[in-house]
């Protein structure tokens, strides 16, 4: 069954204490990865798109990195307005999947 | 300048109503979706249009109706609403469709039904 599991949960970091979100998958023929943020109370916003193992996105203090399993989201050096829901979404071409995200929070 | 927009933003009704929420795009793309994002905050997709054809239709009962006037338009309308319909409607759009492209959220509608 085609699954997307995004971990932690839930994590607190202090500004400036860099961390890694990880979104790991199983689906049958992986087209594309997504990343995605989410505020409260508002949509998603894309943030990035991997579409082969050993591809890399980097966009200010975020790098997202691919494997054949697993994605991950790397904050370097984080700010308060880092926090937000980041969530992970896969593609078959036909089908997509959205993790149930992970839930950052960047303490001052 | 809002690229995807959706109305209302918060709905509150009862079991056994009828209601719509209605979606517009104006970024010019081909397909657009209904996704419901239920209280663990996990994000489900409901239905694809594609120039107005029906291209994703996943589980979802039969209660739930999607319209698409146009290419910019997708509205969702809901029969006989129950307390389980309770959740955030996200319409979305995209250039195409089948890899997956980068997609524009609404800002959402949070259905309550009492």
């Known amino acids: 069954e085609d699954q997307v599991t995004q971990s932690p949960e839930a994590l607190r970091l202090q500004e400036g204490e860099s961390s890694s979100l990880n979104c790991s998958y199983t689906v049958s023929g992986l087209r594309g990865l997504f990343w995605y943020r989410q505020d409260p109370g508002k949509g998603p916003e894309f943030l990035f798109t991997?579409?082969?193992a050993g591809e890399e996105k980097e966009k200010e203090r975020l790098k997202a990195t691919l494997t054949k399993k697993e994605s991950f989201l790397h904050i370097t050096a984080p700010k308060p307005e880092d926090s937000a829901t980041y969530l992970c979404?896969?593609?078959?071409?036909?089908?997509?999947?959205f993790g149930t995200g992970t839930s950052l929070t960047v303490i001052p | 300048d809002t690229a995807v927009s959706q109305t209302p933003k918060y709905l509150v009704t009862q079991m056994g109503n009828d209601k719509s929420i209605k979606c517009e795009q104006n970024?010019?793309?081909?397909?657009m979706y209904w996704y419901k994002q239920d209280s663990k905050k996990f994000l489900k997709i409901m239905f694809s249009?594609?120039?107005?054809?029906?291209?994703i239709n996943e589980t979802v009962p039969n209660r739930f109706s999607p319209k698409s006037p146009d290419k910019a338009h997708l509205n969702l309308h809901i029969n006989s609403l129950e307390l389980g319909d309770s959740a955030v409607y996200f319409c979305?759009?995209?250039?195409?469709?089948?890899?997956?492209?980068?997609?524009?959220f609404g800002p959402g509608t949070r259905l309550t039904v009492t």
């Open positions: 979305a759009s995209s250039q195409g469709y089948q890899v997956g492209p980068r997609t524009y």
């Open positions: 979404a896969v593609t078959t071409g036909n089908q997509f999947y």
């Open positions: 991997l579409y082969s």
């Open positions: 249009y594609n120039n107005k054809e029906l291209i």
């Open positions: 970024l010019g793309h081909d397909t």
